[in-house]
């Protein structure tokens, strides 16, 4: 079992910045790969970005790159998602979630991940 906990959330305006963690505990966490995803209200939860185990890879939604970055400090056993130049349409509770399967195609879909956690909100005003 892996446990998923996030962090910082928040309400934000426009163009402004947010860094989210999520800290994992129970199996070690340095063995697989974690992504981030998103669910605004009323829509399906979305794939943001992901990376690898090792930190070397990362994958992100054409709706986030250039603006998100993932990282993951293993040492620390916990991920990060920092989110800047958000937008209104960035709002919505972000998941992170952990996986063993290897390719970006996979990645993408939640089917793919065995452990989330709770979910943080993220609301950004206009």
């Known amino acids: 079992q892996v446990q998923l906990v996030e962090s910082g959330g928040g309400l934000v305006q426009a163009g402004d910045s947010l860094r989210l963690s999520c800290a994992a505990s129970?199996?070690?966490?340095?063995?697989?790969?974690m992504g981030w995803f998103r669910q605004a209200p009323g829509k399906e939860r979305e794939f943001v970005a992901a990376?690898?185990?090792?930190?070397?890879?990362?994958y992100y939604s054409n709706s986030v790159k250039g603006r998100f970055t993932i990282s993951r400090d293993n040492a620390k056993n916990t991920g990060y998602l920092q989110m800047n130049s958000l937008k209104p349409e960035d709002t919505a509770v972000y998941y992170c979630?952990?996986?063993?399967?290897?390719?970006?195609?996979?990645?993408?879909?939640?089917?793919?991940?065995?452990?989330w956690g709770q979910g943080t909100q993220v609301t950004v005003s206009s």
């Open positions: 990376i690898s185990w090792s930190g070397a890879d990362t």
């Open positions: 979630a952990a996986t063993l399967f290897r390719y970006y195609n996979d990645w993408t879909l939640k089917s793919k991940y065995a452990y």
């Open positions: 129970g199996r070690t966490f340095s063995h697989y790969n």
